[in-house]
């Protein structure tokens, strides 16, 4: 039987999130057990503070949510949530230069911010509601060629993960690139199709409603 509980990672990225409603995050990641707490640089610390004596992991996002940051400043966001006490790193591709034909450039940005994780966890967004079938595979085969951990399907700002993305990425991808499916997933049955489907790790917002769901 598979333990959701322990694949989600409990997100809250809104931008008018109070330190309450980080608080009361990481006291239901505590209670349920999830695997980790997503949140927006600026609450790294805090979320550290609140999980230190916990095994759950502390994950941040960098180039969020548009991934057209320079790439200096988006080293920047990695490097300082990881000093905060970050344990993982969910960094937005830049679509723009992808689309564009720039892969040297997205590769370099992967490479770069690998680096500067070393140990620690990179998942790379590569924003499947804006690419095309093929431009999935060669996104997600170019986050596999940077080194990153995970290939993560979406923000969740532009549209859902789907069940056929999940599939066609774990197609495409080594098993020594893990998938992220994130945007959208609100019923526990979804959930499961993912992890059947392929996906080794869940964002979700709505983690509670999806571990008591029945549908």
């Known amino acids: 039987m598979v333990r959701l509980e322990l694949l989600i990672d409990h997100t809250l990225l809104k931008p008018d999130a109070t330190q309450g409603d980080i608080e009361r995050l990481c006291e239901e990641a505590i209670r349920e057990g999830f ?5 927006n640089p600026c609450w790294v610390g805090t979320v550290f503070n609140l999980l230190r004596n916990t095994a759950i992991k502390v994950i941040s996002v960098a180039g969020f949510p548009l991934g057209s940051n320079n790439v200096r ?3 920047a966001e990695i490097e300082r949530a990881l000093s905060e006490g970050a344990d993982e790193i969910d960094m937005v591709m830049n679509v723009g230069f992808f689309k564009s034909g720039y892969t040297d450039r997205v590769l370099e940005e992967i490479r770069w911010a690998k680096d500067i994780c070393g140990d620690k966890i990179l998942k ?4 499947t509601p804006l690419l095309k079938e093929d431009e999935k595979e060669r996104a997600a085969l170019l986050v596999e060629e940077g080194g990153a951990d995970f290939v993560k399907t979406c923000t969740g700002f532009f549209g859902g993960v789907k069940l056929e993305d999940v599939k066609l990425l774990r197609k495409c991808l080594s098993k020594r690139t893990r998938i992220k499916a994130a945007g959208g997933i609100r019923t526990r049955s979804f959930a499961l199709a993912l992890v059947e489907a392929g996906a080794d790790r869940l964002g979700a917002s709505r983690s509670l409603e999806i571990l008591s769901g029945s549908n």
């Open 73 to 75: 400043v988006k080293m």
């Open 124 to 127: 790379v967004i590569i924003e």
């Open 35 to 39: 695997f980790g707490v997503c949140v």
